[in-house]
């Protein structure tokens, strides 16, 4: 079993920077695909961003590619997602996710991960 507990997120406004944690407690987090999803209201969940067990290869949708940056720290057993000029559009529930078996195919499905945190309410004004 793997926990994961988001922290970091809030109000800021347009243009500004987040900085997104995610801590995990449990086996063996170093060898998970941990990722970053959302969901606005109204919206389905979508994939932001995932990052290898190793952290040598990371993946960005197209809408926040070159604004975000996912990183993690296998000796603090915590993901990080760096949110720089942000969009009203990026307003959602950021939600910090955990998978054994990701692949190409499968890493931004949501299906595929194994454990979720329980999200956390990230909101932009313009």
């Known amino acids: 079993q793997v926990q994961l507990v988001e922290s970091g997120g809030g109000l800021v406004q347009a243009g500004g920077s987040l900085r997104l944690s995610c801590a995990a407690s449990?086996?063996?987090?170093?060898?998970?695909?941990m990722a970053w999803f959302r969901q606005a209201p109204g919206k389905e969940r979508e994939f932001v961003a995932a990052?290898?067990?190793?952290?040598?290869?990371?993946y960005y949708a197209d809408s926040v590619k070159g604004r975000f940056t996912i990183s993690r720290d296998n000796a603090k057993n915590t993901e990080y997602l760096q949110m720089n000029s942000l969009k009203p559009e990026d307003t959602a529930v950021y939600y910090c996710?955990?998978?054994?078996?990701?692949?190409?195919?499968?890493?931004?499905?949501?299906?595929?991960?194994?454990?979720w945190g329980q999200g956390i309410q990230v909101t932009v004004s313009s």
């Open positions: 996710a955990a998978g054994s078996l990701i692949n190409a195919g499968s890493r931004r499905r949501v299906g595929d991960y194994d454990y």
């Open positions: 449990g086996r063996t987090f170093s060898s998970y695909t």
């Open positions: 990052i290898t067990w190793s952290g040598i290869s990371t």
